[in-house]
């Protein structure tokens, strides 16, 4: 039996890896403060064990890492919009860097035994770099706070996992679309908002012209990524672009869920949002080396996605 701690559990990503995770012989404990997870993401399964919390009580995560002793660790949980963490730049440092360093730290100090410790970094972190398709070695620039956060999360994790030789791992996550991402949210990915308006005839708004482009991943793709790096020991003091390695406009992927779905979208077009990057798309040779990522294609996967809702 191995024993995983996942924060954000109760959230899109967080979910979909639960609901993988019970299929083995796993005991999971997701620590999340529902902010934006829903606790109706989680199965019932007495495999799991869900605790209402926020991962910036530094002290309560600390004791729960040591009576636990997780073989696992999977970091997700976050203020996971690049617009809010615009609003709200100090929560934004609190919840995406300083609790996950008390998190590595705690490991560090404590000697904690651990197969793989995990964390979810962004795409966002690459900015407006204008080199396509975006690849590991690339230099970055984290042009909000978000991508600031994220980026000196993943440093923290290669480097700790260097100095102290501890097996931590990190990945930079494009947009990862598909059942459970909230629709409720302003602040969910974009293809659960155009869903959404779908589904209930309401308007939606093309933040600019619709033309830019975003590398849209399947979330049991990125499900099939993580467990992958969980179980790789090679997998290690390294990042991974975690993507499909397609660049596709905002405009095309409407038209599939309209196609998809049927209906038509109402939409208007405003003003780019503040912090927006224009284009992205992932090269995932990286991870595709390892061979144990799937990759849907994006038709199928919005498919799937539709039919989910
Ligand atoms: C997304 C992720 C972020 C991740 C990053 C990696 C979400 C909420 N954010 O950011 O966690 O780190 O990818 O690349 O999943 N848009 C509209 N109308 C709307 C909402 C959005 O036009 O109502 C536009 C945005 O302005 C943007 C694009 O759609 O140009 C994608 O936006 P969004 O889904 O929020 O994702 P990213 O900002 O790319």
Do not use: C, W
Request: hydrophobic share 40%; net charge negative.
């Amino acid at each position: 039996m191995s024993k995983y701690l996942v924060t954000g559990g109760a959230g899109f990503i967080g979910s979909n890896l639960v609901d993988e995770l019970i299929k083995g012989d796993n005991q999971i404990t997701v620590v999340d403060d529902l902010s934006m997870g829903l606790l109706s993401n989680l199965p019932d399964s007495d495999k799991v064990t869900f605790i209402k919390h926020d991962i910036t009580d530094h002290d309560f995560m600390s004791a729960l890492l040591i009576n636990e002793k997780f073989d696992y660790i999977v970091l997700l949980a976050a203020i996971a919009s690049v617009a809010d963490s615009v609003d709200r730049p100090y929560d934004t440092h609190e919840i995406n860097q300083e609790a996950n360093l008390n998190i590595i730290e705690t490991i560090r100090r404590e000697h904690l035994p651990l197969k793989k410790l995990f964390f979810a970094s962004s795409a966002a972190v690459y900015g407006e770099n204008p080199i396509l398709p975006k690849v590991e070695t690339l230099a970055v620039d984290p042009l909000t706070q978000y991508a600031v956060d994220k980026y000196a999360t993943e440093r923290a994790i290669i480097n700790y996992s260097r100095l102290y030789d501890l097996p931590f791992v990190t990945v930079r996550f494009f947009n990862v679309f598909g059942p459970k991402q909230n629709p409720a949210s302003p602040y969910s990915g974009v293809l659960s908002i155009i869903m959404n308006a779908l589904q209930n005839d309401k308007p939606f708004t093309f933040f600019g012209d619709g033309g830019q482009t975003r590398d849209f991943v399947f979330v049991g793709d990125v499900v099939s990524a993580i467990i992958g790096l969980l179980h790789t020991p090679e997998a290690r003091a390294d990042v991974f672009n975690i993507a499909n390695g397609q660049q596709t406009t905002l405009q095309q992927v409407a038209d599939d869920l309209q196609a998809i779905t049927g209906k038509t979208l109402n939409a208007t077009y405003k003003e780019a949002r503040q912090g927006d990057i224009r284009d992205s798309y992932a090269n995932v040779d990286k991870i595709n080396a390892f061979g144990f990522m799937t990759h849907t294609p994006l038709k199928a996967g919005l498919k799937i996605y539709a039919d989910s809702v």
